[in-house]
């Protein structure tokens, strides 16, 4: 499973939103993801799987990205595991420089942002959070 | 410290975030945190007024003045291209 939420600018516009997108890997193994310890570079560059739920602000494509969280995971993991885990991402949150990765347990977590957030980081996250949870 | 220092706090956050959002241009949601802030500012004692003006800067500086990235990432159209990353690196012309 991969689900990520991005913060998207309109080229030239004042046009901002957040997109989000779940994908799933359905049953059929992929034998380069060890999903107990997934790769979460090589899940979102070269597997991100089916797209499966989609809520978006503005049409997908050429938008400048100002910001992403990408949860990846194992199909079956729950909704009530993911949620859980993006709430002791956002705890060790504080302080850290971006982008910011984070294991727990098969759930790998990555948050990014362009610079000058410094100091608004959790308003950011929560966003994107929230955003993302609704997939599920 | 006081429940007006706390909110001031806040509203700063939100202040750095939105201008970040909006990439520097003003913002009819940044004239409304800026006057909220005025507004709080009066409330707080002038130990917390100075502590607030003896913090290091943060984002708060507009950042027209600064050089273009000479990468950004842009968002993939995953309709159109199943299968694909969502998002990618692009290079400044």
Redo the contacts between chains.
Sequence with gaps: MYL?A????KRNT?K?GI?A?LHRHDVKALPDIDWEDPNLDLV???C?G??VE?ECDL????????S?LDVVSDDATTPMEIQTALDAFQNTLPGKSLPFVYGIGRIAVRFG????????E???YKALKGRALKLL | MSEAFEKYRSLKQRLIHVRWIHRGLESDEEDRLIEDMDTVWWQLDTDEQDMFRTEPPQSLIRSDSEAEDQEYTVDVDVNSLPGSSPRCSKKVA
């Design positions: 990520t991005h913060r998207i600018l004042p901002t997109n997108f979102v560059n070269a991100p089916r797209l989609k049409s997908p494509g050429g938008n400048e990205v100002l992403y942002a362009v610079v000058g957030l410094s100091g608004a959790e308003i950011e």
